[in-house]
C-alpha cells in the first residue's frame, strides 16, 4: 500500500458531489531527465527574479546602523548602480543548480519513501503520513543541499557586500580562492552548522505548514459543497477544480508557510549571514564565533538587532515560497511519465 492509493481514496464527497482533489505526483512516477533539466531552467528563473531583495536583506544584516530595505535599495542603486543588486548572481546560480537539484531529489525520494512506511508499517492516515513525510523530506533535502549551497553562499554573500572597487576581488572563482588561500577550505563552510540548523527545521516546518494547509483548505472546499449542495438529490457528479484553481490554492498555502519560517528562523539567519561575511582580523586569527556575534548584535540594537532585514526576508520567503511552489507543481506534472494519471 502506497501514499498515491490512500490519496485516491480521500475524494471528499457531498450529497450527489464529490470533489476530486489533485494527485501528489511521486518520486517513482517522474521523468527525471525532463524533471532536473525542466528544473534548472524554471528555478534559475526565479532565483534571478528574487535576487534584489537577497542583496539587500544580506546588506541590511551585516550591516551596523539601523535603515530601512527601501533606503538600502535605493542607496545601492544611487552609488554602485542597478547592476550591484545582482552582484554575485552568476556564483549563485552556478550553485544553485547543482544544490537544486540535489534537494529536489533528496526530498521527492524522502517523502515518497516515509509516506508508504508511514501507511502501511505504522497505520498513520494519509494527513499525518503526508504531513510527516513532508517534513522529514524537507529536513532532509535541506541538510543535503546545504553540502553544496554553503561554499557557494559564502563566497555570494561576501559578492554581494562588496563594493567594487574597494573590493579586492576581481570575481566570484577569485573570491573563492582567496578563501581558500586564507582559511582553507573549512572557510567555505564558515557558518555551515548554523546554516543547517537555519534551514533543516525551516524546511521541516514549512514543508509540514504546506501539507496541512493544503489539506485544510480542499477540506474548506468540501465543506462550501456540503452547505451548498448538501440538500440536494441526484446522480453523483464529480466537481474537478480547474488548473487556475488548484495553483492558486497552492499559492496561498505556501505564502502562509513560507512568512511563518521566515519570523521563526530570522534570528538564526542574521547570525548566520554574519558570520559568513565578516572577516577575522589581520594577524590571521578567524573570525567572529557564535556568541560574539550574538553580543555584537545585541550591542548594536538590542534582541531586535537579529530581526534586521526581516521585511525583505519575510517578502522574498514568501514570494519565493509562492512561485517556488506553484514552479515546483508545474514542474512535476510537466515530468509526469504518464499524463494520464493527473486525469
Known amino acids: 500500500m502506497n501514499m498515491r492509493a490512500v490519496e485516491e481514496e480521500e475524494s471528499v464527497s457531498v450529497s450527489g458531489q464529490e470533489l476530486d482533489i489533485p494527485v501528489d505526483i511521486e518520486w517513482q512516477m517522474l521523468d527525471k531527465w525532463k524533471f532536473f533539466l525542466h528544473g ?24 551596523h546602523c539601523k535603515i530601512s530595505c527601501v533606503k538600502t535599495a535605493v542607496s545601492v542603486a544611487r552609488h554602485e548602480g542597478f547592476r550591484a543588486l545582482y552582484r554575485g548572481f552568476g556564483t549563485s546560480l552556478m550553485g544553485t543548480i547543482p544544490a537544486r537539484a540535489v534537494y529536489m531529489a533528496a526530498l521527492e525520494v524522502t517523502k515518497s519513501k516515509v509516506g508508504s512506511f508511514a501507511v502501511s508499517d505504522l497505520g498513520f492516515t494519509a494527513g499525518a503520513a503526508a504531513a510527516v513525510a513532508s517534513a522529514v523530506g524537507g529536513l532532509s533535502a535541506a ?8 561554499p557557494v553562499d559564502v563566497v555570494t554573500q561576501r559578492l554581494m557586500v562588496a563594493n567594487g572597487a574597494d573590493a579586492g576581488y576581481v570575481n566570484g572563482v577569485d573570491m573563492f580562492r582567496k578563501i581558500v588561500r586564507n582559511d582553507g577550505v573549512r572557510g567555505l563552510y564558515r557558518g555551515f552548522g548554523i546554516s543547517i540548523l537555519t534551514h533543516a527545521p525551516s524546511n521541516a516546518v514549512w514543508w509540514a505548514s504546506y501539507s496541512v494547509a493544503q489539506r485544510l483548505v480542499w477540506g474548506g472546499v468540501g465543506c462550501f459543497l456540503r452547505r451548498k449542495y448538501g440538500d440536494r438529490e441526484g446522480d453523483m457528479m464529480m466537481i474537478r477544480p480547474d488548473s ?15 512568512g511563518l519560517s521566515a519570523l521563526i528562523t530570522m534570528p538564526l539567519d542574521t547570525i548566520k549571514t554574519r558570520l559568513q561575511v565578516l572577516e577575522g582580523d589581520e594577524n590571521g586569527k578567524r573570525g ?56
Not at 143 to 150: E, G, K, P, S
Request: aromatic share 8%; proline share 4%.
Open 40 to 63: 534548472a531552467a524554471l528555478f534559475s528563473g526565479v532565483s534571478a527574479m528574487l535576487y534584489p531583495a537577497v542583496v539587500i536583506k544580506t546588506r541590511l544584516q551585516v550591516g
Open 143 to 150: 541538510m543535503a543541499a546545504q553540502l553544496v549551497w554553503t
Open 244 to 258: 487556475k484553481t488548484v495553483m492558486a490554492f497552492q499559492g496561498v498555502s505556501a505564502a502562509m508557510a513560507g
Open 288 to 343: 567572529p564565533t557564535v556568541g560574539q556575534t550574538v553580543r555584537s548584535l545585541v550591542k548594536e540594537g538590542g534582541w531586535m538587532a537579529c530581526y534586521r532585514g526581516l521585511g525583505p526576508r519575510w517578502a522574498s520567503m514568501s514570494i519565493s515560497a509562492t512561485t517556488m511552489i506553484t514552479t515546483y507543481e508545474f514542474l512535476k506534472r510537466t515530468s509526469t511519465k504518464n499524463p494520464d494519471v493527473l486525469t
